[in-house]
């Protein structure tokens, strides 16, 4: 067998919800708003580039993330993000792509608005990559991310940052590599 | 697959003193570690060097190599920094071509495993290395014009290059292109053989407990101590021994020496290089280095940040670091150890390192574990002129 | 009548400076090697707050105090020889910032209260420059008869003729070749070119007179030939010297850009002065080219050297650790609190469980990248302290972070604990597209649900939600906020702390109307002095505790904004406070405090009664018990 020089630990992200984090008495459950927020506004004027509800045209049939991939929550449970990685296995030091869609949390119809932006960092060492992905959106709605690189063995936390207007909210991952 | 346990000795029962020669146990995530550290049977070929696995561009490349007239004052050749009798380096702290520079040589050993070339990352790909010291005032001085002088003025030189490359002599960048090729076809020669260390791992991959025990014991403590509490494989990563990127150790500065940006520096110069991956010159234009390219991003931080050499060979090439001021292994691994005058970055900068406080027989112990790095050199005739 | 001004003050000994070309030839190059500037001579000390410094064709330094709204005029040896306190025609205060000497001895101050610059000529006379133009000026210096200022708000060097008139403008907000984020100084020299340095970037640029970009080296770090929030930049002997502030040293390029030399040690011990440097922020090389003095506002000091040109051992500057430079806000919640280091930057989270606050994890590393920070100077967290809000004022950022952790496990520090949920970009709203200057949120106050956020460029604050999205835009009556460094809102209340106007307002949130105001002028004394107003912390019976950069002290308003009592006093024990900043009060009541004179943070209880104190307790000497000499009763000397 291929004796893996490097090996990967994938590890989703726990939500936040998970043991070792209670939810506080008296609050809703995660994903849903946040005590006291209004409810998000389709036409809000900081959202520029946002589709209008009412003014749109002819609709255009949703498109949806694919089926059985891995996918991780925003850290406010906003959005969740669908991705894969090119080659399977990520290994430290070998350069690799990823592909990642981006839906509502509890839905996979894809958000045609929002912009993906990606990195990564190692908590410990108080760095992250040697390298600037690119993002370029593609034609079926997805965003592939190339130039990556993890070059150092230890904790990564990868971090898919979804953009809407002037407000970035973050969904990560957290990867153990040799 | 299942890893036998290394070195098994039946513990007594009783409470444990200060542990015995006899009864050292590697830690298991230690040993999966070391059993993980396969290296690659051969370098992954260059497609930017067309020429590169090409015997009668090596021998060239070897020819070019030893040959001192190709330097501005005739008595410097690649081979006087880069010595085969010296590990393909030198004992000076800083090589000397033509004039002094400013770093240590680096070795050529396995040069054809890197990534990176040049303690700043200068280059992507070790056909455009070869090019930068042979124009470089300080060290070979040459240029395209007077490497077509001495092409011209051997005829065994004269005569392999016709026949690889017809009979019009290029000139220019062309010619400096197609001298660094060869080179870089002879240095990709320059491989070594497999180390004490490699035939512990393949011992414990396989389970061979016969095999494993051969390996010294106090280097085995000192792998404990290299995959575990001084974590040297944080960066000196995979079984390459390095992460092939670039760091900031804080070393003391060494008086009267020239500010060294390091990687900073490097990636500029690589960004504006003439001979990278994705130019004319290259034979890959679009491939996997080449695109690579679109992803480095000079920053701030690179300021004082070296390339992370292999530990491969390290026995064999003193003194180090990039200034060459370690003089021996131990003082490299005191050094990390008390990070004793180490350059403040500002107390507003991150500190990475933390001093691992080693005892002297830990030191030892690291110093007898990078000793087992070593494998046997290129053969005889790779060694001198062809 | 002003003289025809010429930089000769300043070049006398330059040597083979050509004046005439722009351009950055070779021959620029002087023959002599300048000094450094390492032979310590003598210091000043017990300056309030100290930022720059010029000299007087008289030969004594003029430095402007900007907590004292002074000048100080002191001799080579350090002693002073008299002051010129500052004021407006109807007595109020003046923040002076950059300082300049006009050859006919008129003294140029900028005055960052009012945006304008002062001139003060020999007979008196006063006069206001540049107002309604500037937004926020920093450093000034006088060449060729006009008048050059960094125009911080406007990202620009403004420069015009010695009557205000005709301005001419170099350099544009923004990154990239000759944009800048926050130019803070400028110098001319002989040959007419404009040198800006940049905080923000950082960098130092070069303009020729028709404004043409020269050159800019560019890069934050700590090794030679970069920046670290470098505050002034002079030119004198025919090069170009940058004060390197939060790398504790001066650098020292020829005109051609190439680094000469740096210098300059760091101080060890508290307070050391003596020639080792702490934040030096301000560098007057005196015009024979004898000497050079040393600004340092975090010390109230200026130190005077004479130029060598010994080599510095290069082993002097080892130190790898110190102390947390606790500065800015500071937030609590029950079992939490989240202390800032604006200079790391750094944010590091506490847990409150035990007597002594434990750190356990720290987050924001430097840069622009999400989750990243510039100049963090202010938190704030949730109700349940599952998330700190940083303000950035030169990112125009408000960052959420989560750092929600089970409070009853065992406590480890945790360097994965805290994960930036969002963050909104300011600049990048639909409301602020197209306006000419970035928001600079600098101040975060969370109530009832709504996060409200000081903008000290709009002068307003913007209303968001706990997940950052705007609701609101919040507009106070009154005089216009010049530097909002608190806001706090209670009920139907807004408190805005407006540091260099050294005011504390009250307004009502329905309209914004302003319904209680307290001023400091110059004749208020005793328990009323205000000097540098800067934190604000609420308290039970409805009024708010105010911190006193200036008298290090600690005053309680009532609702109505009026002095009821003041608390501590200049100094390193109980109860007494070294340019107290930010302030807040947790769920119990406690009241802590953010020391940056003395790297630490204190907390008192509700009555003011000293609890605790973390940080540099190395030098935190318990002197002395809270007595009746540190309470001050509002009214009473």
């Known amino acids: 067998m291929k004796a893996g020089v490097l090996c990967l630990v994938y590890l989703t992200a726990l939500p936040w919800t998970s043991a070792g984090c209670r939810v506080p008495e008296g609050r809703s459950a995660p994903g849903t708003t946040v005590e006291g927020e209004s409810t998000p506004r389709a036409d809000s004027a900081a959202r520029a580039g946002a589709p209008d509800g009412p003014s749109r045209a002819a609709p255009v049939p949703a498109r949806l993330a694919p089926e059985g991939l891995q996918s991780v929550a925003t850290n406010l449970g906003t959005f969740r993000v669908h991705h894969r990685s090119d080659p399977a296995t990520i290994e430290r030091g070998k350069p690799f792509r990823l592909q990642a869609w981006i839906t509502r949390e509890g839905s996979r119809e894809i958000v045609p608005w929002a912009e993906l932006s990606v990195d990564a960092d190692m908590p410990e060492h108080l760095h992250g990559m040697n390298r600037v992905p690119k993002v370029t959106r593609q034609q079926d709605g997805s965003f592939l991310v190339e130039g990556m690189l993890f070059h150092m063995p230890g904790r990564w936390d990868l971090y898919f940052d979804v953009h809407e207007a002037a407000i970035v909210e973050r969904a990560q991952v957290a990867l153990d590599l040799w | 697959m299942l890893l036998v346990a290394t070195i098994l000795v039946a513990r007594a029962v009783a409470a444990a003193p200060a542990p015995s020669e006899e009864s050292f146990q590697l830690d298991e995530r230690v040993r999966a570690a070391i059993a993980r550290l396969e290296r690659e049977r051969a370098p992954a070929p260059d497609p930017t060097n067309r020429h590169e696995l090409d015997p009668r561009a090596a021998r060239l490349g070897q020819r070019l190599y030893f040959d001192a007239g190709l330097s501005a004052n005739g008595a410097v050749s690649c081979a006087s920094c880069h010595d085969p009798a010296q590990g393909f380096t030198t004992r000076d702290a800083l090589a000397t071509g033509i004039g002094a520079t400013a770093r240590n040589a680096p070795t050529l050993l396995d040069v054809s495993r890197r990534r990176w070339f040049g303690w700043g990352g200068r280059n992507d790909t070790l056909w455009s290395q070869a090019i930068v010291p042979l124009l470089a005032p300080h060290e070979m001085g040459s240029s395209a014009a007077d490497l077509a002088r001495a092409i011209e003025a051997n005829p065994a030189l004269r005569g392999e290059w016709r026949e690889l490359h017809g009979d019009t002599l290029a000139a220019g960048d062309e010619l400096l292109a197609q001298a660094g090729k060869h080179l870089a076809a002879y240095q990709r020669l320059l491989a070594t053989g497999p180390s004490a260390f490699d035939r512990l791992a393949a011992a414990l991959r396989s389970g061979d407990a016969q095999g494993a025990k051969h390996y010294p014991l106090q280097a085995l403590r000192g792998a404990a101590l290299f995959f575990g509490k001084a974590n040297c494989r944080s960066c000196h990563a995979g079984p390459e021994f390095t992460d092939e990127e670039f760091h900031d150790l804080g070393l003391p500065p060494v008086r009267g020496a020239k500010r060294d940006e390091g990687r900073r520096e490097g990636l500029r110069q690589l960004l504006s290089d003439r001979f990278r991956a994705d130019s004319a010159h290259s034979d890959a234009r679009e491939g996997e280095r080449a695109r690579e390219l679109a992803h480095l991003a000079p920053v701030d931080e690179d300021w004082g940040r070296f390339k992370t050499p292999s530990l491969r060979n390290v026995t064999r090439t003193a003194p180090y670091m990039h200034t060459g001021q370690f003089a021996t292994l131990r003082d490299v691994v005191r050094f990390y150890s008390t990070l004793e005058g180490a350059a403040a970055r500002g107390h507003h900068g991150e500190t990475v390192l933390q001093p691992l406080n080693l005892t002297e027989p830990e030191i030892d112990e690291l110093v007898a574990f990078l000793g087992t790095l070593e494998g046997d050199l290129p053969p005889e005739h790779l060694l001198r002129a062809p | ?637």
């Open chain 3, 1 to 637: 009548m002003l003289a025809r001004l010429s930089l000769l003050f300043t070049l006398t000994l330059s040597i083979g400076v050509h004046a005439t070309a722009p351009a950055l030839a070779a021959q620029d190059q002087p023959a002599g090697m300048p000094p450094r500037w390492a032979e310590f001579q003598a210091q000043a000390e017990g300056l309030l707050e100290p930022v720059a410094a010029a000299w007087h064709r008289d030969g004594l330094l003029v430095v402007a105090e900007s907590f004292g709204s002074r000048l100080a005029w002191l001799r080579p040896d350090g002693t002073l020889e008299k002051r010129t306190e500052l004021r407006t025609e109807d007595g109020g205060l003046v923040w002076p910032h950059g300082v300049e000497c006009l050859p006919d001895g008129s003294v140029l101050v900028v005055d960052q209260a009012r945006a304008s610059v002062l001139r003060l000529d020999p007979d008196g006379t006063r006069t206001t420059l540049g107002a309604r133009v500037l937004i926020e000026p920093q450093g000034v210096c006088g060449a060729n008869g006009r008048v050059w200022v960094a125009d911080s708000g406007h990202g620009r060097v403004l420069s015009f003729s010695d009557d205000g008139s005709y301005p001419q403008a170099y350099g544009a907000p923004g990154r990239g070749k000759g944009l800048f984020v926050e130019p803070v100084d400028v110098a001319v020299d002989e040959a007419g070119r404009v040198w800006v340095v940049d905080a923000g970037t950082p960098k130092i640029a070069c303009f020729a007179a028709d404004g043409t970009l020269l050159l800019e080296i560019e890069g934050h770090g700590p090794h030679e030939g970069l920046f670290a929030r470098p505050a002034s930049i002079e030119v004198a002997l025919g090069h170009v010297w940058v004060c390197d502030r939060d790398n504790h040293r001066v650098q020292c390029f020829a005109p051609t850009g190439e680094l000469v030399h740096a210098h300059g040690v760091h101080a060890l011990l508290p307070h050391e002065g003596k020639g080792r440097l702490h934040y030096p922020a301000g560098l007057a090389i005196a015009p024979d080219g004898s000497r050079a003095a040393l600004v340092e506002p975090a010390e109230d000091r200026v130190q005077f050297f004479a130029g060598n040109h010994d080599e510095p051992d290069p082993l002097l500057n080892l130190e790898r650790d110190t102390a947390a430079h606790v500065e800015g806000g500071i937030a609590a919640g029950r079992q939490t609190l989240v202390a800032l280091e604006p200079s790391g930057p750094d944010a590091r989270l506490y847990d409150l469980r035990d007597k002594e606050p434990i750190e356990i994890t720290r987050f924001l590393v430097r840069g622009a990248k999400h989750g990243g920070a510039l100049s963090p100077v202010a938190v704030a967290l949730s109700p349940d302290a599952r998330l700190a809000y940083i303000a950035d004022p030169l990112l125009s950022r408000v960052t959420a972070v989560l750092v929600e952790r089970d409070l009853g496990a065992p406590l480890k520090q945790d360097p994965f604990l805290p994960r930036l949920a969002r963050l909104v970009d300011l600049d990048a709203l639909q409301t602020v597209a197209g306006l000419p200057a970035a928001p600079r949120p600098q101040a975060i106050a969370w109530s009832e649900g709504e996060l409200w956020v000081a903008d000290r460029r709009r002068g307003s604050a913007w209303v968001l939600d706990a997940k950052l999205e705007l609701l609101r835009e919040w507009r106070p009556e009154g005089p216009r906020w010049v530097d909002p460094t608190a806001i706090a809102v209670e009920g139907e209340r807004v408190w805005i702390v407006d540091r260099k106007s050294r005011a504390v307002r009250v307004h009502a949130q329905r309209d914004g109307a302003l319904l209680h105001e307290f001023v400091a002028k110059a004749e208020l004394g005793g328990a009323e002095r205000l000097l540098a107003p800067h934190g604000m912390a609420a308290h039970a019976d409805g009024g708010a505790w105010i911190s006193d950069e200036g008298t290090g002290r600690i005053l309680r308003l009532d609702r109505e904004a009026r002095v009821v009592e003041s608390i501590g006093g200049r100094g390193m024990g109980r109860v007494q406070f070294e340019k107290p900043q930010g302030l807040c009060s947790s769920p119990d009541g406690d009241l802590w405090v953010v020391e940056r004179g003395n790297h630490r943070v204190q907390r008192l209880s509700s009555a003011g009664a000293y609890k605790d104190v973390f940080g540099a307790r190395l030098w935190c000497l318990p002197a002395r018990q809270e007595s009746a000499e540190t309470r001050v009763d509002g009214g009473k000397q």
